[in-house]
């Protein structure tokens, strides 16, 4: 009964920034944890950030320092602000959200395309 709706990507150029957005159709309180993941072409889909539901944040070694997941309980909505953007951040990126470690829900996607 959960749907999650990506947006936000495009083309940008490499040290840009874009920033996605993830709404849900329930409340981010029905989550124990929300994450972006991606996946480029010929490459397995890798977690991007993730946020568990007390606040603690993790992070690819790829991106630290440069992306930010939050969320807006009262939006439903779960972001992450890209920065810094390289060409190696090209990939399709999805949203997922975790009712239990088990149980979760994919957004459809968005595509990111960092390039000059």
């Known amino acids: 009964q959960v749907q999650l709706v990506e947006s936000g990507g495009g083309l940008v150029q490499p040290g840009g920034s874009l920033r996605l957005s993830c709404a849900a159709s329930v409340s981010l309180f029905s989550f124990n944890s929300m994450g972006w993941y991606r996946q480029a072409p010929g490459k397995q889909r890798e977690l991007v950030a993730a946020?568990?539901?007390?606040?603690?944040?993790t992070y690819a070694d790829s991106v630290k320092g440069r992306f930010t997941i939050s969320r807006d309980y009262a939006k439903n909505t779960v972001y992450l602000q890209m920065n810094s953007l390289k060409p190696e951040d090209t990939a399709v990126y999805y949203c997922?959200?975790?009712?239990?470690?088990?149980?979760?829900?994919w957004g459809q996607g968005t595509q990111v395309t960092v390039s000059s």
């Open positions: 946020m568990s539901a007390n606040g603690v944040t």
């Open positions: 997922r959200c975790n009712v239990t470690a088990t149980a979760y829900y």
